[in-house]
């Protein structure tokens, strides 16, 4: 007589819909991270026969550059990162006034004419580490908050998140963010 020894057998139907039961929950219980980026407002296109191109004074063109070895140039000058907040924050603000409180108050001949007329071009090499960029934007980010914020106390005596929608527009109008980028190949 042979003895079969029989192995329990483990019912698979249902294994089907715990492992989707699994499925559903984790997917419910994660939580997926926001997308991290630069806020910019993209311009407006430029309709047929409107002319697109923008008259500028070389001296209102702050022109920053970094290459691939992360040599940071401003107006074709080399410079250290940690110096770009203040020459950005003094360009933007070069009207003699004294006005953002963080500049010197005297007119420089290499800055804007004005705060409304200063522009800021970025060039980084393409195959540049992305970290240059940022760095570059962050920088010009925190002039602008510099200036915003020093408007906002000496005008309306308040910070910039307690301003009112229309102050904040005159704020926003006081130091407009122009910014152009360009890659170099």
Known sequence: ????RSSPEVNAGSMADIAFLLLIFFLVSTTIP??????????????????CSIEMNERNILLI??????????????????????????????NGDNSCGYCDGAKDKEASDNPNLAAISIDVQATAPYRYFIT?????????????????????DKTLEELT????????????FRISEAKIN
């Open 1 to 4: 007589m042979k003895n079969f």
């Open 34 to 51: 926001k997308d991290k980026g630069i806020a910019r407002s993209i311009p407006k296109k430029c309709l047929p026969g409107e002319p």
């Open 136 to 156: 570059i934007q962050d920088e010009i980010t925190k002039s602008y908050m510099v200036l915003r914020t020093h408007y906002a106390k000496s005008t309306f």
């Open 65 to 94: 550059a970094a290459n691939n070895a992360g040599e940071l140039f401003v107006n074709k000058e080399l410079m250290e990162y940690k110096d770009l907040q203040k020459t950005i924050t003094d360009f933007i603000d070069n």
């Open 165 to 176: 929608v229309a102050e904040l527009k005159e704020v926003k109008d006081a130091y407009p």
